[in-house]
């Protein structure tokens, strides 16, 4: 299957601070990338789509100015958790999927590996 | 009411078992189906996809059922390997961006 790379794996940081997080596609234009988040022994939620070049598509009860996403290429998509709280501390997982015209199922998603952030 | 529903777990099962997994939808015009593994702190991996006639692939076989709203997962043979979180995935709609996922169901499989 594709390849996709999330950086960093983990980050620990002071409560206040922004954090970003990349998501990269490795070996496929990815137009669309999703952002989910997973709580403890709960279920990965989805936080937000992004399409490349567009702005992106919140889930509800998800703050458009506190997780601020770019997917300026078909290969990068950026989260960035702004003025972070210890409650913000989760693994936030990205995955990417291809065009139509990819050889894999439309439906399909890659995930990364995550990125497991710690508030203090 | 929940899209996806699964039991948690966990189920311990010994070498060579055979278990099985269900999971119900709310969404009747839900379109795709997926059974993903999750092994701790690491990402969802596609297991299989689910189909309308079933489908099958070594010692997993999965299927659906659209009357009662439900897919399953069959796992034979049972390997320690095969110790992980399964996860239930549906689309709500064909095309939809969104994967519904389940909270999964935690196997250990015991030597």
Known sequence: GAVVSQHPSRVICKSGTSVKIECRSLDFQATTMFWYRQFPKKSLMLMATSNEGSKATYEQGVEKDKFLINHASLTLSTLTVTSAHPEDSSFYICSARGGQGESQTYNEQFFGPGTRLTVL | ?111
């Open chain 2, 1 to 111: 009411r929940k899209e996806v529903e699964q039991d948690p777990g966990p189920f311990n099962v010994p070498e060579g078992a055979t278990v099985a997994f269900n999971c119900t939808y709310s969404n009747s015009a839900s379109q795709s189906f997926f059974w993903y593994r999750q092994d701790c702190r690491k990402e969802p991996k596609l297991l299989m996809s689910v189909y309308s006639s079933g489908n099958e692939d070594g010692r997993f076989t999965a299927q659906l059922n659209r009357a009662s709203q439900y897919i399953s997962l069959l796992i034979r043979d049972s390997k320690l390997s095969d110790s992980a979180t399964y996860l239930c995935v549906v689309v709500g709609v064909a095309g939809a961006n969104n994967l519904f996922f389940g909270t999964g169901t935690r196997l250990t499989v015991i030597p």
